[in-house]
């Protein structure tokens, strides 16, 4: 059984990889033992970057710290700086409702907090299953400063 050179997908007796599409036409006679274990092995790449949003920041810090594919470290830090987003979002509304509140109008609170949460589920969904297709979506302030970020 052979393993491509370049990411490890087992291609057989085939000399190009059904993966990455890499000439394995040397490797096959003379590596026929497996690749270099990745560093999350067993877990597809857009699997790992839908994962990366299940738990918010948390599985997105622990993805950026133990995955190195850049696809991965993308959307784990694009998953954190949505967290804090969403946080800052959440604390600066609280204060105008906390304000509307003095002004007797607290009832736009019952309905603006739902339409908030709803939305942000919206988009947790969204990020998901870009990521599951295998698609780099950037938010649209949050996504350059990530990869800014992750450029350095």
Not at 13 to 31: D, L, R, Y
Request: positive net charge.
């Amino acid at each position: 059984m052979a393993f491509c050179k370049a990411c490890g997908q087992d291609i057989g007796a085939s000399t190009f990889c059904p993966k990455c599409g890499a000439n394995q036409a040397s490797a096959v006679a003379a590596n026929p033992g497996p690749a270099a274990a990745a560093s999350s092995e067993g877990i597809a790449e857009n699997v790992a970057g839908l994962l990366c949003y299940i738990l918010s920041w948390l599985s997105g810090l622990i993805f950026l710290l133990i995955d190195k594919r850049p696809f991965v470290r993308f959307h784990a830090a694009q998953s954190i700086a949505l967290s804090v987003a969403i946080f800052v979002v959440y604390f600066a509304v609280a204060i105008v409702f906390g304000m509307l509140s003095f002004m007797h109008l607290g009832f736009l609170a019952l309905a603006v907090w739902p339409l908030l949460g709803f939305a942000i589920f919206i988009v947790w969904i969204f990020l998901m299953y870009k990521a599951y297709q295998h698609e780099k979506f950037k938010l649209p302030i949050i996504g350059n400063l990530v990869e800014g970020m992750l450029n350095k």
